[in-house]
């Protein structure tokens, strides 16, 4: 399966989302919006970053 920019980043954001939105049912939303969810989004970019180098890393001959 061919992969491009859209179907590796929507799940991501997805889960994210999701994410962000179950833990406003246990923490206090202004702490979710301001505090967890730019920590997850910092995460998310810099684990993409990694993991992308690796599977090119991984494909080449």
Do not use: C, W
Not at 1 to 17: G, K, N, Q, W, Y
Not at 28 to 57: N, R
């Amino acid at each position: 399966m061919e992969f491009d920019f859209t179907r590796s980043v929507v799940p991501l954001v997805v889960i994210v989302a999701v994410a962000s939105v179950g833990l406003t049912s246990v923490m206090q939303p202004s702490t979710v919006f301001m505090m967890v969810l730019p920590s997850m989004v910092v995460f998310s970019i810099i684990a993409f970053f990694f993991g992308m180098k690796h599977g090119e890393y991984n494909a080449s001959p």
